[in-house]
């Protein structure tokens, strides 16, 4: 199965970037009740809350992850992923495969 890759957006509305580390855990989850966004995925670290959003925008979704648009139906309610890298521009993350995997047996 291909990797999916997605950007962690809005940091610097939270805790920034600066904590995060590759391969730290994040969990994503459908906003449902977002007014400025109907496939808004909020991301998510444990003992931390909201760190951000899944990038959904082409001004905010780096090289060639994937936006919130093109994640969102391919997801429950919700989903893993892992850091990968932190850049200046922005946090790269790899959707977990098992996201997709339980979504797919639904």
Known sequence: MKKIFFTLAGTKHYYGSEFFKPEMRVQLEKEEDNEYDTEAIVVKVEGL???????????????????????????GKKAFGEVVFVMSQGVLCKLDEKSLLDWQQD
Do not use: H, Q
């Open 49 to 75: 809350g909201k760190v951000g959003y899944v990038a959904n925008s082409p001004f905010t979704v780096l090289g060639e992850s994937m936006s919130a648009g093109r994640i969102y139906d391919k997801i």
